[in-house]
């Protein structure tokens, strides 16, 4: 044999036997996932894996499948890598977090349980189980978890932003806020515990503290859609339409598939009196998600302020559908079936409404559609107090139509302090007095009220 000849054998062997050590390490292609699975493929067929290794290697091919999304098929390699090491926690682990991918929370339970009794202090399954049961809204056993691993390993910034993240859902914003406050000290250029640290700041109404996160998410992350999404809806909540807009625009340029924003600027455009605009965003908002109850809701009000009383019914009837316990459609409901003088049916929408939210509002118009209907009702529907129990104590005889005018502030209170007292003239029969208190109630009401509507329907009797 020719020197070279066994040069040219030499160097073939070699790159086998490299070839071979990297598909016995497939998981160093972490970041391919792709080439992953074919080097752990190539490693699990060649017949040279055994044990510990061959558990291994199904381990590493069904992490890079559970990188693709596919958990069907992480599943089955993490079967085979339990199968080939029942004392791997690891792939009791991983299994547990496919099974949470896949909607599974029982099954993952019982892997992570499994997990623990091999490996006690896996400060990373305390974690993946925390996040299972905060899912399931076992928030207790939730925060029991995030503080085990978080005695396991003090530093795990994860562990925080969960138990932050279950502090928020628990209604604990002050604890909530602390633990991001960790996590932002610990990653300050990670945008995503500012967005959440905002969630927080809102729902205890610091605005500006909200907003400056959302700030600061954004600015880390430009194409951040969510942040764009939460900065808009904070806006809105407060009556900035216009600035919330354009925050939604931004967050539908990034994804355009965002339903949320598309319903969000319809809300906004609607508020503003554009409903052309806005029942455009809430037909984009249905087509991509059919099932969005609130969506629906939207555009059925807008439908009723531009008297289109049919279409509004069927949304109104679809949002119920999707969600039997939303107040607010049986009460947009209700305004609809009382406008074409089904004042019955009406009562049995605010009725509705009322046993969902005990709101004042709806209190008032179950009281109104009852009387029409001839019967005597008390009211009903509670309220914290202040405007809307005045209302309701012009309809109880504790305060008169001239009073309470007379408090009224602002053009939303004077308008419903006319269009009540039309309403309450109406039940005692005086149609004169009844008809200038409709009449002053268009002149001073936002047509996006329904107290707009109504009034027009009431003249038009």
């Known amino acids: 044999m020719s020197t070279q000849s066994f040069l040219a054998l030499f160097i073939l062997a070699s790159c086998a036997l490299d070839a071979h050590a990297l598909d016995t390490r497939c998981m160093e292609f972490e970041a391919k996932p792709d080439v992953a699975i074919s080097a752990c493929t190539r490693a699990i067929e060649s017949g040279n894996l055994q044990g510990m290794a061959l558990a291994k290697a199904y381990l590493d091919r069904g992490a890079a499948w559970y990188e693709k999304g596919d958990y069907d098929s992480a599943i089955s390699n993490f079967d085979a890598s339990i199968e080939q090491d029942p004392a791997l926690a690891e792939a009791y682990n991983r299994r547990g977090n496919a099974h949470y991918g896949k909607g599974q929370d029982e099954l993952a339970l019982v892997d992570f349980d499994s997990a623990l009794k091999i490996r006690p202090r896996y400060a990373e399954v305390y974690n993946n189980r925390g996040n299972v049961y905060a899912h399931l809204g076992k928030y207790d056993l939730a925060l029991a978890d995030f503080d085990a691993a978080l005695k396991i390993n003090p530093g795990y ?24 406050d960790i996590v932002i000290k610990a990653y300050p250029r990670f945008p995503i515990p500012y967005n959440y640290r ?3 700041w809102a729902k205890k109404g610091n605005y500006e503290k909200a907003i400056r996160d959302y700030d600061m ?15 808009g809806s904070l806006k809105q909540h407060h009556g900035d339409d216009r600035n919330a807009i354009a925050d939604f625009d931004s967050a539908i340029s990034i994804n355009p598939d965002y339903g949320a924003a598309y319903n969000g600027r319809g809300k906004s ?14 037909d984009e908002a249905i087509g991509i998600d059919r099932s969005n109850a609130d969506a629906h809701n939207n555009r059925g009000f807008v439908e009723y302020l531009e008297g289109r009383e049919k279409e509004a019914l069927r949304d109104f009837d679809r949002a119920v559908s999707i969600n039997p316990d939303f107040a607010i459609a049986y009460s947009n409901r209700g305004h609809v079936l009382f406008n074409q003088g089904k004042f019955g049916k009406a009562a049995e929408d605010f009725s509705q409404a009322v046993q969902l939210s005990r709101d004042g509002y709806a209190g008032i ?7 029409r209907h001839g019967e ?6 509670s309220d914290s107090g202040g405007w809307v129990m005045h209302l309701q104590d012009l309809f109880s005889g504790h305060i008169t139509p001239r009073a309470l005018l007379a408090i009224s502030q602002g053009n939303g209170q004077r308008c419903e302090a006319n269009f009540y007292t039309g309403e309450f003239e109406l039940l005692r029969g005086s149609k004169k007095n009844a008809r200038e208190g409709f ?21 038009s009797r």
């Open 157 to 180: 910034a994860s562990a925080y932003f969960n138990r932050g993240n279950t502090w928020y859902k628990k209604g604990n914003f002050e604890l909530a806020i602390s633990d991001f």
């Open 376 to 381: 005597s009702p008390k009211m009903e529907g």
């Open 217 to 231: 998410a954004i600015r880390l992350d430009p194409k951040y859609a969510v942040a764009f999404f939460n900065r």
């Open 365 to 371: 118009w179950l009281y109104l559609a009852r009387s």
């Open 439 to 459: 009449r002053a109630a268009i002149r001073t009401c936002p047509r996006q009220f329904v107290e707009y509507a109504e009034a027009k329907a009431e003249l």
């Open 269 to 282: 455009r609607t508020e503003l009196g554009d409903y052309k605009k806005a029942l455009l965003d809430f």
């Open 198 to 200: 905002g969630f927080a």
